[in-house]
T-cell receptor, first 113, second 112 residues
Framework: EAQVTQNPRYLITVTGKKLTVTCSQNMNHEYMSWYRQDPGLGLRQIYYSMNVEVTDKGDVPEGYKVSRKEKRNFPLILESPSPNQTSLYFCASSFTSGMETQYFGPGTRLLVL | GQNIDQPTEMTATEGAIVQINCTYQTSGFNGLFWYQQHAGEAPTFLSY????GLEEKGRFSSFLSRSKGYSYLLLKELQMKDSASYLC?????????????FGRGTQLTVWP
């Protein structure tokens, strides 16, 4: 089944404790992207990747890192999480960055205390 | 960057037609997406417009006017299950082709 998976789905952590949210797709997509969604602000793009080893900043990259060492995986790293990073995070992928349907993962709900 | 505007909330009754508008101001533009998002779920793709005009897909249609920086999503024969948030998103062009800018979403409530 074609899908984008994210882990964990829910996470409660404390300020400063490094964490990684994994994202994996099984559709051989070149393009992957991370978003955060906050009430009243909508979806905002954090980072995106056009292909392996090619990543670029979105709207709100501060406090986040990403890597794209292989095509299927695009982890989101929070080196030192802060409470303002409490949010709902979505990973998405598509064959290219063009008009193709972008498939979203189920979301990761993060609470930073 | 891009500024995407859409109404916060709309209501309609079952069987009716509703039009959700989206305006955008861009430094570069290369296409407009509409997504549907039910509460607690991930967004799902509805439509994509890059040229002016109307794209029809079943009960849903999307329109784009690049000269006016304007798009709308038209939902016909509304059903209760269409109650959701509808997200408008504009794609950048050139070296930042991967950038996607979302509006804040329009929460549509369909009443029986």
């Amino acid at each position: 089944e074609a899908q984008v998976t994210q882990n964990p789905r829910y996470l409660i952590t404390v300020t400063g404790k490094k964490l990684t949210v994994t994202c994996s797709q099984n559709m051989n997509h070149e393009y992957m992207s991370w978003y955060r969604q906050d009430p009243g602000l909508g979806l905002r793009q954090i980072y995106y990747s056009m292909n392996v080893e090619v990543t670029d900043k979105g709207d709100v990259p501060e406090g986040y890192k990403v890597s794209r060492k292989e095509k299927r995986n695009f982890p989101l790293i929070l080196e030192s999480p802060s409470p303002n990073q409490t949010s709902l995070y979505f990973c998405a992928s598509s064959f290219t960055s063009g008009m193709e349907t972008q498939y979203f993962g189920p979301g990761t709900r993060l609470l930073v205390l | 960057g891009q500024n995407i505007d859409q109404p916060t909330e709309m209501t309609a009754t079952e069987g009716a037609i509703v039009q959700i508008n989206c305006t955008y101001q861009t430094s570069g533009f290369n296409g407009l997406f509409w997504y549907q998002q039910h509460a607690g779920e991930a967004p799902t793709f509805l439509s994509y417009n890059v040229l002016d005009g109307l794209e029809e897909k079943g009960r849903f249609s999307s329109f784009l006017s690049r000269s006016k920086g304007y798009s709308y999503l038209l939902l016909k024969e509304l059903q209760m299950k269409d109650s959701a948030s509808y997200l408008c998103a504009a794609r950048d062009r050139g070296s930042t082709l991967g950038r996607l800018y979302f509006g804040r979403g329009t929460q549509l409530t369909v009443w029986p």
